[in-house]
């Protein structure tokens, strides 16, 4: 909430494409992650970036890809490798205060694969 | 491994009851915090606890630290139809290693 930004909030793409998802935060927070959340499920981490031209693989990072060439922006791509892209997708950001970071999410993504 | 389990996942009260959501972990913690998501929104943070045995109040919310570090809940007092939604803890392990709960998504019945 606050200065982060996600578009566009609703996503319809065919089988087979790849898709980008946009996050951008003007926090200066150096931390960024993105989630992923399932109906009736919690959070499952993607991917997430300490710093910029710097990112970790998070819990289900297989068919997504990401990247960290701004420290305002971190863009996931769901690829026509993911299985079940259909969710709803979060960004956050948190600034690194001695390992307590609070996470502020962006307002989400809602994906589609038709 | 490292996770975070949450209990219940769906809870039902009438408004006016209370409500209590549960997290533990296997591991101790480095701390936890906990977010809200209202229905058709993002989450958003509410509090962290930071000390064993920890005891911190919103007005009707109570969150609570144990002695080992190792659970956590959050209690509401007479609840209100403005307190639905899903609640998460996340919990934080030495190495920045944090894990979000599965949630318990509340339904307040007016």
């Known amino acids: 909430d606050g200065g982060i930004t996600q578009s566009p909030k609703y996503l319809f793409r065919k089988e087979g494409q790849n898709v980008t998802l946009s996050c951008e935060q003007n926090?200066?927070?150096?931390?960024m992650y993105w989630y992923r959340q399932d109906p009736g499920q919690g959070l499952r981490l993607i991917y997430y970036s300490q710093i910029v031209n710097d990112f970790q693989k998070g819990d289900i990072a297989e068919g997504y890809s990401v990247s960290r060439e701004k420290k305002e922006s971190f863009p996931l791509t769901v690829t026509s490798a993911q299985k079940n892209p259909t969710a709803f997708y979060l960004c956050a950001s948190s600034s690194r205060t001695g390992g307590a970071d609070t996470q502020y999410f962006g307002p989400g993504t809602r994906l589609t694969v038709l | 491994g490292q996770q975070v389990m949450q209990i219940p996942q769906y809870q039902h009260v009438q408004e006016g009851e209370d409500f209590t959501t549960y997290c533990n972990s296997s591991t101790t913690l480095s701390n936890i915090q906990w977010y809200k998501q209202r229905p058709g929104g993002h989450p958003v943070f509410l509090i962290q606890?930071?000390?064993?045995?920890e005891v911190k109040k919103q007005k009707r919310l109570t969150f609570q630290f144990g002695e080992a570090k190792k659970n956590s809940s959050l209690h509401i007092t007479a609840t209100q139809t403005t307190d639905v939604g899903t609640y998460f803890c996340?919990?934080?392990?030495?190495?920045?290693?944090?894990?979000f709960g599965t949630g318990t998504s509340l339904t307040v019945i007016p």
């Open positions: 606890l930071v000390k064993s045995g």
């Open positions: 996340a919990g934080h392990f030495t190495g920045n290693q944090f894990y």
């Open positions: 926090l200066n927070h150096d931390a």
